[in-house]
């Protein structure tokens, strides 16, 4: 069974940074695509950034470009989510992601299969 365990999350001020680790089992982790999406109260679901399987492609939404970075270690079985110069408006619950599909790169959350429980991020003015 694959399972996905996001931790990380915290309360810092803006400006501040935190990085976010998602584990994963259950499945071949280096042939997956992998996510991190967020969510705030009384909103949709957001795609924040991306990383192909192999590592060498990653993609990010215009509002974390420049800040975020994604990254993944398959030895580890584990994608990182570093986030810097962070803003309160950056508050939100934040998931990681696997891909529905092998060798397959997505920003759309209906396109990935597996999440995990999600870890708070709050970030105070």
């Known amino acids: 069974q694959v399972q996905l365990v996001d931790s990380g999350g915290g309360l810092v001020q803006a400006g501040g940074s935190l990085r976010l680790s998602c584990a994963a089992s259950?499945?071949?982790?280096?042939?997956?695509?992998m996510g991190w999406f967020r969510q705030a109260p009384g909103k949709e679901r957001d795609f924040v950034a991306g990383?192909?399987?192999?590592?060498?492609?990653?993609y990010y939404a215009d509002s974390v470009k420049g800040r975020f970075t994604i990254s993944r270690d398959n030895g580890k079985n584990t994608v990182y989510l570093q986030m810097n110069s962070l803003k309160p408006e950056d508050t939100a619950v934040y998931y990681c992601?696997?891909?529905?599909?092998?060798?397959?790169?997505?920003?759309?959350?209906?396109?990935?299969?597996?999440w995990g429980q999600g870890t708070q991020v709050t970030v105070s003015s």
């Open positions: 259950g499945r071949t982790f280096s042939s997956y695509a």
């Open positions: 990383i192909s399987w192999s590592g060498g492609t990653t």
């Open positions: 992601a696997t891909a529905g599909k092998i060798y397959s790169d997505s920003i759309f959350p209906k396109d990935y299969a597996y």
